[in-house]
């Protein structure tokens, strides 16, 4: 029958009427109708409700009506699970109802066997166990009891759910029962008509068992539930669904007055448990606001006596954690997104400075903007040769919840900079990346602000996002010089001094010098194994790089193509950025003459840690020994100016060399010799391989004076903030921004000038300039918390607004509070140190064990036994092989 069925069709005494939602089932509907219809119960109706199906399965349900009077077919435009549901209840003329899931099977006795347990129709719910059905790829399925109701006992007599409130625990499995028909007209029971699939099963499990008056149980089950359907996993449902079922749930209980302990300690399980699974599985990223206000939504519907009494202490945190009046102060929060090529916390430490500007400031976000979220993207630095596409994923990062990190893996453009000193053309532009991008953007914004730290691991044509997302600001720091210089440095290596504006492609080819270029190919197939178990065969591995077309990266191009990534750099940041910070001033006059916007540039010198606890003025008086300190590292890095620094030192009189003292920091080994003689004039020499923070405190107290020998632009080194913010004045080359910390000429020396500085050195040993001009006209160093406050403008992101709470919101805070403190560990030392010793005493054992056995086995080996053992056994052993 195609037209909707009536009830006054049927005549028959039907014991129970099976209702099959159905919406594009066909791989398996053939072997659940027929399962169904070899049923034992022959009394039986079976309602097939196709809910819009666009494949094969209403020609399917169609056949089995055609040869079988038992089958009524109702075809509707498609409404849902419960809406299907609804109509097969309004055309069932059964005494009972039960429903099978259009991709699950039954066992041939399971009706006839439900019916029997009902009493002759005594009995309003008879509720059996179900198989969990695991099915391979081969289609072979292995079959599991479910055990959810483990502890419901197998019980003689009917019950409800007052008596044994168990039953409300598991799976709803509503399929693997039976229904008193009066029950649910009586009741006036419906399915919620929710999109899709909906959970529709929640509601009508707990209306039914609250009104029921008798329910059987056994633990036999009957039911076959494919538990992994091809196309059917949760992965990415949505959210909205488990919480609004569960309020659901938690309103019938409400309605029928189910309000006892034991029953309300089960559905808080539940709720908890689909608090759980949301967490994990439901794609919530980009309305975390969203699902917090949900999750707040239901548990507000929950008595919290009863999870500080009957709960463990981790589902007691859940609880507190999502209902806490924090997540939903701010209504309206604003969203930040920060780039840069490598992770802010990355173990490998990579990025350098501006990794750890990153670092600062989004922490200090955190701390003054708690409606703001900070979202964080990477690219160019994870890859993965297991899958041929470029995608983002989401990452831990040190800051947890409070800041969101993402990578870009597979980009196309690599980074850092110099794998692209072959072929600059890689990075103008990628549509695979733009387009990744795109998608990122766009799902997780809308974005106040995106503050560009790089643009390495990036194409140019991403930038011209802007015109597409035009009411979020787009930002660039000028960290280093790769917009204008492909190096980054700005320093032309080949002539051994600062680059121009009007360099030529000729500049450029000597100063890269890719006459010994790497296999950056190679290289990329290499990132792509780290971390990947898999066993990539030598075509799997080139097929990967082919899909990136990696190999671009090993053309040696023009060298004009380094003017052009240029021109290209700096045309699109002007036309596609709201601001352009730079970092001191040299780095503004540099970015001027190098044709940016100079309307768009913003001084904006970046906050430190140390200048939160800086000193303002020298940590110590100058006594009969001028101590002077350098923190360098590369003895042999030409544009930091250490050997500039030895050559220049070297030439200090002797007269006065004997009078000062030198601290010298390097990473390199083996030349601490060539150093003391060079520099034997000297009073005495402290050399110090490496150092960390840690360590400042101690190289740099009694310090008189640092220097700053840089002969690149460097924007601003963290040397000398680090060495003035410990009291430390600095004698700075005029390249880069170190010497900016001061305003007096006193201390600033012409870059690579041996006899100027050694003429602003003599003025300062001799006291012609005094130390403490260098503070008079010191300006003092910018904090994080000043930086953030300029940033705070740049991104707009205005003021934030005081909120209010309620009583009953300060006490859930107090609450939250009090078990934070409470179960607040301190991790014991002598504990752990008594398990590293019990651990250590085993594997003492254990060594003892191992070569007590093989001296037991050397001198087993030694005797005549066994030596007439092996040659009786040679050739038995010998016809084996």
């Given at each position: 029958?195609?037209?909707?069925?009536?009830?006054?069709?049927?005549?028959?005494?039907?014991?129970?009427?099976?209702?099959?939602?159905?919406?594009?089932?066909?791989?398996?509907?053939?072997?659940?109708?027929?399962?169904?219809?070899?049923?034992?119960?022959?009394?039986?109706?079976?309602?097939?409700?196709?809910?819009?199906?666009?494949?094969?399965?209403?020609?399917?349900?169609?056949?089995?009506?055609?040869?079988?009077?038992?089958?009524?077919v109702v075809h509707k435009p498609n409404g849902g699970n419960g809406h299907s549901m609804n109509a097969g209840l309004s055309v069932a003329?059964?005494?009972?109802?039960?429903?099978?899931?259009?991709?699950?099977?039954?066992?041939?006795?399971?009706?006839?066997?439900?019916?029997?347990?009902?009493?002759?129709?005594?009995?309003?719910?008879?509720?059996?166990?179900f198989w969990n059905c695991y099915e391979d790829e081969s289609g072979k399925i292995t079959k599991v009891v479910n055990e959810e109701r483990n502890n419901m006992p197998e019980l003689a007599l009917p019950f409800t759910i007052k008596e044994y409130p168990q039953i409300l625990w598991g799976h709803p499995s509503i399929w693997s029962a039976i229904y008193k028909r009066s029950l649910i007209e009586e009741n006036h029971i419906k399915f919620k008509e929710a999109k899709g699939g909906g959970w529709v099963d929640n509601p009508f499990f707990f209306e039914t068992m609250c009104c029921a008056k008798s329910i059987y149980w056994t633990k036999r089950p009957f039911y076959n539930y494919r538990t992994e359907v091809e196309g059917s996993s949760s992965k990415g449902y949505d959210f909205n669904i488990p919480f609004d079922r569960m309020q659901d749930n938690l309103d019938v209980l409400k309605r029928y007055n189910c309000q006892d302990e034991e029953t309300l300690k089960l559905a808080y399980a539940r709720a908890l448990m689909y608090l759980c699974g949301a967490i994990n599985e439901s794609d919530y990223e980009g309305k975390e606001q969203l699902f917090y206000s949900k999750a707040r939504e239901m548990l507000e519907k929950i008595n919290p006596m009863v999870i500080r009494d009957d709960f463990n202490d981790n589902d007691k945190k859940i609880f507190l954690k999502f209902k806490s009046p924090i997540k939903n102060l701010y209504k309206d929060r604003k969203k930040v997104l920060i780039y840069n090529w490598v992770p802010f916390d990355n173990p490998n430490r990579a990025g350098g400075g501006v990794t750890v500007y990153c670092?600062?400031?989004?922490?200090?976000?955190?701390?003054?903007?708690?409606?703001?979220?900070?979202?964080?993207?990477?690219?160019?630095?994870?890859?993965?040769i297991s899958k041929k596409e470029c995608y983002v994923r989401k990452i831990k990062n040190i800051f947890g919840d409070r800041c969101k990190t993402f990578e870009v893996v597979n980009s196309p453009v690599p980074a850092p900079q110099d794998m692209l000193f072959g072929n600059p053309e890689v990075a103008f532009e990628?549509?695979?990346?733009?387009?990744?991008?795109?998608?990122?953007?766009?799902?997780?914004?809308?974005?106040?602000?995106?503050?560009?730290?790089?643009?390495?691991?990036?194409?140019?044509?991403?930038?011209?996002?802007?015109?597409?997302?035009?009411?979020?600001?787009?930002?660039?720091?000028?960290?280093?010089?790769?917009?204008?210089?492909?190096?980054?440095?700005?320093?032309?290596?080949?002539?051994?001094?600062?680059?121009?504006?009007?360099?030529?492609?000729?500049?450029?080819?000597k100063c890269i010098d890719r006459s010994n270029m790497r296999n950056y190919a190679q290289e990329m197939i290499d990132r792509g194994l780290v971390n990947n178990d898999g066993n990539f065969d030598v075509e799997r591995r080139y097929e990967w790089s082919d899909y990136f077309s990696f190999d671009r990266l090993n053309i040696k191009k023009d060298?004009?193509?380094?003017?052009?990534?240029?021109?290209?750099?700096?045309?699109?940041?002007?036309?596609?950025?709201?601001?352009?910070?730079?970092?001191?001033?040299?780095?503004?006059?540099?970015?001027?003459?190098?044709?940016?916007?100079?309307?768009?540039?913003?001084?904006?010198?970046?906050?430190t840690?140390?200048?939160?606890?800086?000193?303002?003025?020298?940590?110590?008086?100058?006594?009969?020994?001028?101590?002077?300190?350098?923190?360098?590292?590369?003895?042999d890095y030409e544009e930091?100016?250490?050997?500039?620094?030895?050559?220049?030192?070297?030439?200090?009189?002797?007269?006065?060399?004997?009078?000062?003292?030198?601290?010298l920091t390097t990473t390199t080994q083996g030349k601490d010799e060539m150093i003391r003689e060079k520099l034997k004039s000297f009073h005495n020499i402290e050399i110090i391989h490496g150092y960390n923070h840690g360590d400042l405190n101690r190289i740099l107290t009694g310090v008189n004076l640092g220097i700053i020998p840089v002969l690149w632009e460097d924007n601003l080194p963290q040397v000398a903030i680090e060495m003035v913010s410990f009291g430390v004045p600095i004698l700075s080359s005029d390249a880069g921004g170190a010497s900016e910390l001061t305003d007096s000429d006193n201390f600033k020396f012409k870059a690579g000038s041996i006899d100027d500085f050694l003429n602003k050195f003599?003025?300062?040993?001799?006291?012609?300039?005094?130390?403490?001009?260098?503070?008079?006209?010191?300006?003092?160093?910018?904090?994080?918390q000043m930086h953030y406050e300029q940033i705070e403008q740049i991104y707009n992101l205005g003021k934030i607004e005081n909120v209010v709470l309620t009583g009953k919101d300060v006490s859930e805070l107090v609450e939250e509070n009090t078990f934070l403190y409470d179960h607040f560990v301190i991790d014991d030392v002598s504990t752990y140190n008594d398990r590293i010793e019990n651990m250590q005493k085993e594997i003492d054992r254990l060594r003892t064990e191992r070569d007590d056995f093989a001296w037991r086995l050397s001198e087993t080996r030694k005797s005549k036994s066994y030596k007439l053992g092996m040659l009786m056994t040679s050739i038995p052993r010998k016809m084996k092989k």
């Open positions: 029958m195609k037209n909707e069925l009536k009830k006054e069709m049927s005549t028959q005494n039907v014991k129970v009427s099976i209702i099959v939602p159905i919406y594009n089932a066909e791989k398996y509907l053939k072997q659940c109708l027929g399962s169904i219809q070899s049923q034992t119960l022959k009394d039986i109706e079976i309602i097939c409700v196709d809910d819009g199906s666009t494949d094969s399965s209403p020609e399917i349900m169609d056949s089995f009506a055609e040869k079988d009077s038992r089958f009524k003329t059964g005494e009972y109802i039960g429903c099978v899931e259009a991709d699950d099977y039954i066992e041939k006795n399971m009706f006839e066997k439900l019916y029997l347990y009902s009493n002759d129709g005594s009995i309003d719910i008879v509720k059996s166990n670092r600062n400031l989004i922490q200090t976000i955190i701390q003054n903007r708690p409606d703001v979220d900070v979202y964080f993207l990477s690219s160019g630095w994870a890859y993965d990628s549509e695979i990346l733009k387009d990744t991008i795109r998608k990122f953007i766009t799902k997780y914004g809308q974005f106040e602000a995106i503050h560009f730290n790089n643009i390495e691991g990036l194409s140019l044509d991403i930038l011209e996002l802007k015109k597409e997302f035009n009411n979020t600001k787009f930002i660039f720091s000028i960290h280093n010089y790769v917009p204008m210089c492909m190096t980054g440095f700005y320093f032309n290596r080949d002539k051994h001094v600062n680059c121009v504006p009007d360099c030529t492609a000729n500049d450029c080819d060298a004009s193509e380094f003017i052009e990534f240029k021109k290209r750099a700096t045309k699109t940041l002007n036309e596609n950025m709201d601001s352009i910070l730079c970092v001191s001033k040299k780095v503004m006059k540099i970015a001027i003459d190098n044709g940016f916007d100079r309307k768009k540039l913003i001084l904006s010198y970046i906050g840690r140390v200048a939160e606890f800086q000193m303002g003025r020298s940590n110590c008086d100058r006594d009969k020994y001028l101590k002077v300190a350098y923190l360098g590292s590369n003895l930091k100016g250490y050997p500039f620094l030895l050559d220049s030192l070297a030439k200090v009189k002797k007269e006065y060399a004997m009078n000062i003292d030198l601290v003599y003025d300062i040993y001799e006291g012609k300039t005094n130390l403490t001009e260098f503070w008079d006209n010191h300006n003092g160093l910018c904090t994080n």
